[in-house]
Nanobody, 131 residues
Framework: QLYLRESGGGLAQPGGSLTLSCKST???????????VAWFRQAPGKERAAVAS????????DYAGSVKFRFSLSRDNWEKALKLEMNNLKPEDTSVYYC?????????????????????WGRGTQVTVSA
């Protein structure tokens, strides 16, 4: 079993920045290093969609076109967290952001990987971008 917990959401102004954090407890031993993880978001009335992902093995990162060059994934080994740094935020970035992990194994994922492929999910953190 794996439990994921997101944090770092809140209110930001357009053009501002927020950094989300995803931490785990369970079979990963408290670290997401070496696991396939993705950040999804869901706005009211819209489907949940992946915005960023990181694969196992080569650690390849992928970003949705709408966030490319503005969002960045990184592993914080000190905090044992996977972070999503979000810069130049736009009102359309307003969503609940979820962290998801694919489960044990070696996985190549990208932002097209269906959400059904992810086994473990956090409860989400709200990000609101508004002046």
């Amino acid at each position: 079993q794996l439990y994921l917990r997101e944090s770092g959401g809140g209110l930001a102004q357009p053009g501002g920045s927020l950094t989300l954090s995803c931490k785990s407890t369970g079979y990963t031993g408290g670290s997401l290093d070496g696991y396939a993880v993705a950040w999804f978001r869901q706005a009211p009335g819209k489907e949940r969609a992946a915005v960023a992902s990181i694969s196992t093995g080569n650690g390849r990162k992928d970003y949705a076109g709408s966030v490319k060059f503005r969002f960045s994934l990184s592993r914080d080994n000190w905090e044992k967290a996977l972070k999503l740094e979000m810069n130049n935020l736009k009102p359309e970035d307003t969503s609940v952001y979820y962290c998801a992990e694919k489960g044990p194994g070696t996985w190549i994922v990208d932002t097209r990987t269906p959400e059904a492929d992810y086994t473990f999910w956090g409860r989400g953190t709200q990000v609101t971008v508004s002046a």
